[in-house]
């Protein structure tokens, strides 16, 4: 059965939140707040300036997701695509619902006149990694850094 990629909407706020929740556990061993959460996935559902999710649907089914926000490039003068919270419930992996999703995003940022595709792994998630190879993605050579601004980012 074909897998069907679709815009998320404000009726899939529940299972984006569970499915975010659930992928920080998976690959750090975070506890999400449900109310920074459930306000974080709505702030990109209710202004999509911020971006966008995408979902994967087999008959009807929700399998799976992930979040594309927007990085201006200076010196590129066009938009990195950032591919975020991506999830694909356990019984779904390894049957092509990422691969779709990113076909999607892919062909939608052409479309676009987007620059690039960009993601970020967890160093020790060497199966994403071997994913993400596969699809035609290289590993760059930068690190990332961060400094949280508020006792509530996670």
Not at 66 to 89: A, K, N
Not at 112 to 127: C, S
Request: proline content about 3%; glycine content about 8%; aromatic content about 12%.
């Amino acid at each position: 059965m074909s897998l069907l990629i679709r815009a998320a909407t404000l009726t899939d706020l529940p299972e984006l939140a569970a499915w975010n929740a659930a992928m920080a556990w998976e690959t750090e061993h975070k506890r999400l707040d449900p109310a920074t959460l459930q306000r974080g996935v709505a702030g990109v559902l209710e202004q999509p300036r911020r971006g966008f999710y995408l979902v994967a649907e087999r008959a009807g089914v929700a399998l799976g997701c992930l979040l594309v926000t927007y990085e201006w490039s200076d010196w590129r003068g066009g938009d990195f695509w950032w591919i975020q919270s991506v999830y694909v419930v356990p019984a779904a992996r390894r049957g092509g619902a990422f691969r779709a999703l990113y076909a999607d995003v892919e062909r939608r940022a052409a479309a676009a006149g987007a620059v690039g595709l960009r993601l970020y792994v967890e160093t020790e998630n060497r199966r994403a990694q071997a994913t993400y190879e596969g699809l035609g993605m290289q590993r760059c050579h930068y690190f990332m850094y961060e400094a949280l601004l508020s006792d509530s980012a996670a």
